[in-house]
């Protein structure tokens, strides 16, 4: 059973190697090269380590860090939609439960059941959990924008409203992360790096 | 206090983006793409949660999560020691202890010794979640040149016996995954992708 186990596992862990082939539309921090979805996860990890306290409900922290190591994986069959896409939605499409269950379908049943789940549970945005790694998700594309005066905003004429409202999503999570995030909003308003 | 710490974590999250640019001498499975820094420690992080199960002593995973998410983040100062360059010792030199503070020195004062007490703890390899961790660390580059008919064996002319030194520490943490390297090893040597 175990040794079993251990083989499905494997297949899995090789299996999600594509996702850093997977390429986001945002960059990286001062940078004109596109960040992959392995590297955004590790990211967003950090952050989740780094800024639990600021969380306004209490998290369990290892399930937040599991959804957002997670959280993008279906992309390797379901490929990246761009947040500020107006042509395709974003939210749980049927092709990235079908990817969902393909892939975590690798792992031993009880751990691909586990895995799907969580994946559901973010994708959802209800628990106090889910709310906190949306707010990771959110916050750390801000940070690289800003860093990189304007990034997608400038790059595909998103304006202020739209930012707004997407990043508005912070707040589920931490009070005290979106005063921070609102006001580079405004801040890069003045700058001229995000039209109003 | 809040906010003043909320400042010195977005300046160490802006800062270990850095991570992402450090190559590692590996390649991607099925790959001659090099491997970075930040891409490593996702795939860890993955495999922890995957295989946390296999674990022959009981072990608090979040724990070890932190672990391989931190454990290179010194090499964004240091820079990466391949495992079998015999000019460079790998373990915990004076220059990554250097890192260590200034990186993890970033975040607020709590934090950064916590942080730092988490990579000396990986680095020194006693405890449950320290060798845990550092069987995910040779794990995955095993099973990456396996994928890569040899990979950096190959590539570097490393022999059997020093692999198999290398490798022997999956052993600490799980004997389960350590039968299962110990077979791909000597399947490798079968094969004629790793001298003996």
Redesign the interface.
């Known amino acids: 059973m ?2 079993e ?2 083989l499905k ?2 297949n ?3 299996e ?2 594509k ?2 082939y997977i390429q986001r539309k945002t960059k ?2 001062n940078s004109d090269r596109c ?2 979805d ?2 955004h ?3 967003l ?3 989740t ?3 639990a ?2 969380s306004d409900k209490p998290i369990d ?2 399930k937040v ?2 959804m957002v ?2 959280h993008d994986i279906v992309e390797i069959d379901a490929g990246d939609t761009f947040i500020y896409d107006t042509t395709k939605n974003h939210t749980n499409t049927e092709e990235e439960l079908i990817a969902a269950k393909r892939i975590f379908g690798l ?1 031993p049943t009880e ?1 691909a059941k586990e895995f799907i789940a969580i994946w559901e549970e973010f994708e959802e945005g209800i628990t106090n959990e889910a709310k906190f790694a949306k707010s990771m998700d959110r916050f ?1 594309p801000l ?1 690289q924008n800003v ?1 990189n005066n304007g990034g997608t905003w400038v790059e595909f004429n998103v304006p202020y409203q739209k930012v707004y409202d997407k990043k508005k999503a912070i707040k589920n999570g931490s009070t ?2 979106w005063n ?1 995030a609102e006001n580079l909003i405004n801040e890069s308003v003045e700058k001229g790096i995000l039209k109003k």
Chains 1, 2 share one sequence.
């Open positions: 175990q040794v186990n251990l596992q494997v899995f862990i090789k999600i190697d996702l850093k990286l921090f960040e992959n392995a590297e996860s590790w990211h990890a950090m952050m380590i780094v800024l306290e600021h922290v290892l860090v599991k190591l997670i792992l751990q750390e940070l860093s005290a992360i921070y």
